[in-house]
Each structure stands twice: as structure tokens, then as C-alpha cells.
């Protein structure tokens, strides 16, 4: 939940220099849907999770290395049984974003109340091709009425959306659907992991997901920039747009990629590695050891080299990393956080 005390030592933590920023968790790989574009349901083996005690202690580690957000995904994170725990316990310091396909948030409302943000996924206006992409029946009708009641309720709820040749054509009318109704907007983009050593295996490869023409991402970008000077609501910066536009357009990478620098991710058993794709380089429990350690100094500057992924959100976390790349995100997103701000003070009123 977001408090003032919160805000304020978050902002501090925000504005040092060369600290770690993000981390998504993936703390389950229990998932009921079938996405066509992920591998995580077809890999359901009855692999450990860390216990409840265990995350809290992660996050209690997290907390002391000065992160800032935590994104607690999976799998479907709704699925355990112990997540309004781990929710209460990590909103008390971190900002807190978590993912729901749209089957759970509705059974699973008092945790959310704990969320800073919760993100539903829908990939599609169209009921049938929601549902196509997501393989199971009534997803469309679980995600639209997760929001809607989660926004009416005066939770601070947006959509997540996958792009993809599947959808591309439809993302900016699905853009505005959402934001003329002040529901705030969040992108993925399709991409497939590399068959590669990788810590937590999630994008498939298929072919009716892969973009064709790539003009077309670049052109998105561009409408996307335009939709932004009237709507709020639009959670993606200029900059990660410009990035995203000369990436697909002239093959032109121009971030470097800060993965555990600023931004890392957890598995679902407690390993730590820059991104998933990357092998796991420790366990959270031995992260104050080896944080500044030179092997992760190493894995640094070897990551800083990489070139094997586009997957956004890494992008964005490597453009925004820093005390300046916070500022940006505050100027960009400006309107939005008035809009944020006004659902809050209506909350508190309700
Ligand atoms: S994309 Fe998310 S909801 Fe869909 S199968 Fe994968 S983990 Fe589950
Ligand atoms: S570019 Fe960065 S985020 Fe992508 S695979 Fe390489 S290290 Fe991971």
C-alpha cells in the first residue's frame, strides 16, 4: 500500500547512484492458463517453491541492498496460498506491482488490497482471439471483469498487454479503450528466449506471434507517442519508445543493458540471475556476500556486452536505472501520476 513514509525512502533509494532498482520475482511457475506464447505451463513440474519464511527473509534482503520495486510474477503469483502474506509484508517497503491472467484477482481481492499496482493481463478487444492466445475459454470475460470491479473498487488496476503479430493492428484502439476510461496501459512485446542455459524459462517460439513486418513496431511506437500528448495513463516513456523504434527499424541497439547492475531477477526457488535468460548466479540468501563481489563485477560488464534479447521490460530498466533515468520517468509519466494520484485521494475518501 502506498504510504507517505514509504514514498519518501523510496524516492532517497531512487536517487543513488549505482544501486539495484528493480527486481522481478517469479515466485511460482504454477500457472492455469496455456498461452500460446509461453512455456511456463507446459513446464509444471513439482518443483520446490521457497516457503513463506524463506521469501520474507529474500525480501527482507532486498530491502537492506536498497531496492526500490519489486514485480512479483510466475506463473500466475495469485496461485499461492501464502500470497496475501508475502504481499502485506513486501508492500510495507517496496512499490509493489503484481500479475494476475484475470482468473484470480477477484477471488484473491484482500491480498491485492496490499498491491501497490496490479496489472491483469488482455491481449485482445476481440473475445475469441483473447481467448485463442490465452488457450483457455472465458479468459476475456475473467480479465474484463477483473478490472472493471478492481478499478470500481478503487484498486490502482491496469491492463498488460502483449504485442504481437497477433494484436498489433488493434493496439492503439485497445489503448484507448482503456485510458479514455482512466485505466492506465502496460506493454509487453512477444519475444522467445534463446535455447539457451536460462534460469526461468518463459517466451515460446511461434510463428504466428513473431512480428513480420518490424515498420509496423516502429510505426507503433510513433502512435503510441502521439496517443500520449492527450491521454494519461500510457506506462511506457518516449525513451524506451525511441530505443524500441530505432531497435526494430534500423537493428540499432542504443541502451546498454544494466541487468544485475540495476535491475535482477529471482526464480521461483531463490536463484538470482541478471535476466531469466541468464543461468542463476546465486541464491538470494547469498546475495549480501556476493553483490559486490568481483564475479558479479564481472557478470556486469559481461551483460553490459549482450546483445541476445528485446524483451521490454529490460529494456526499459536499462534506459531508466539511475537517479536521472527516475527523473524522466516522473516527467514523462507526469499526467499519469496526477491521474494515479486523484484515483488515490478518491480511494481514501471511499
Ligand atoms: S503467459 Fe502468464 S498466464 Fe499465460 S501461461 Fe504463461 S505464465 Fe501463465
Ligand atoms: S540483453 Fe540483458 S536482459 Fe537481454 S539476455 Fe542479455 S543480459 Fe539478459
Not at 18 to 45: E, G, I, P
Not at 56 to 63: E, F, H, P, T, V
Request: aromatic share 12%; proline share 3%; net charge positive.
Amino acid at each position: 500500500m502506498i504510504n507517505p513514509q514509504k514514498i519518501i525512502e523510496l524516492f532517497q533509494h531512487s536517487l543513488s547512484f549505482n544501486k539495484a532498482y528493480h527486481v522481478q520475482w517469479f515466485l511460482t511457475r504454477k500457472c492455469n492458463y496455456k498461452c500460446k506464447s509461453c512455456n511456463v505451463w507446459k513446464d509444471q513440474k513439482k518443483e520446490e517453491e521457497l516457503s513463506t519464511e524463506e521469501v520474507k527473509i529474500g525480501i527482507d534482503i532486498l530491502r537492506k541492498l536498497g531496492i526500490v520495486e519489486i514485480v512479483f510474477s510466475g506463473g500466475n503469483p495469485l496461485l499461492r496460498n501464502d500470497i496475501e502474506e508475502i504481499l502485506a509484508y513486501a508492500s510495507k517497503y517496496f512499490i509493489t506491482t503484481i500479475y494476475d491472467n484475470g482468473s484470480m484477482a477477484l477471488k484473491k481481492m484482500d491480498a491485492l488490497r496490499y498491491a501497490d499496482f496490479v496489472a491483469i493481463s488482455l491481449d485482445s478487444l476481440d473475445p475469441d482471439k483473447n481467448d485463442y492466445i490465452k488457450g483457455v475459454p472465458g479468459a476475456w470475460k475473467n480479465s474484463m471483469e477483473a478490472i472493471t470491479k478492481l478499478n470500481e473498487e478503487g484498486f490502482l488496476v491496469g491492463v498488460s498487454v502483449t504485442i504481437s503479430q497477433m494484436n498489433i493492428n488493434e493496439i492503439v484502439n485497445f489503448t484507448k479503450t482503456f485510458v479514455e476510461r482512466k485505466i492506465p496501459v502496460l506493454y509487453c512485446l512477444y519475444s522467445y528466449d534463446l535455447p539457451k542455459k536460462k534460469t526461468f524459462s518463459i517466451g515460446e517460439k511461434n510463428n504466428e506471434f513473431e512480428f513480420i513486418e518490424r515498420e509496423k513496431v516502429a510505426k507503433l511506437c510513433d502512435d503510441l507517442m502521439r496517443l500520449k500528448r492527450e491521454n494519461p495513463g500510457i506506462l511506457i516513456t518516449n525513451r524506451t519508445l525511441q530505443a524500441l523504434k530505432d531497435y526494430f527499424l534500423f537493428n540499432r541497439r542504443t541502451w546498454t543493458c544494466k541487468a544485475l547492475r540495476n535491475f535482477f531477477i529471482i526464480d521461483h526457488k531463490g536463484r538470482i540471475s541478471g535476466c531469466h535468460l541468464k543461468a542463476p548466479v546465486a541464491s538470494i540468501f547469498e546475495l549480501p556476500e556476493v553483490w559486490d563481489s568481483p564475479k558479479f563485477e564481472r557478470l556486469r560488464e559481461k551483460y553490459s556486452k549482450c546483445q541476445d534479447c528485446g524483451y521490454l521490460c529490460y529494456i526499459f530498466y536499462s534506459i531508466h536505472s539511475n537517479a536521472s533515468g527516475t527523473f524522466e520517468i516522473i516527467l514523462d509519466q507526469k499526467e499519469t501520476i496526477r491521474l494515479i494520484l486523484s484515483k488515490l485521494k478518491r480511494k481514501l475518501t471511499m
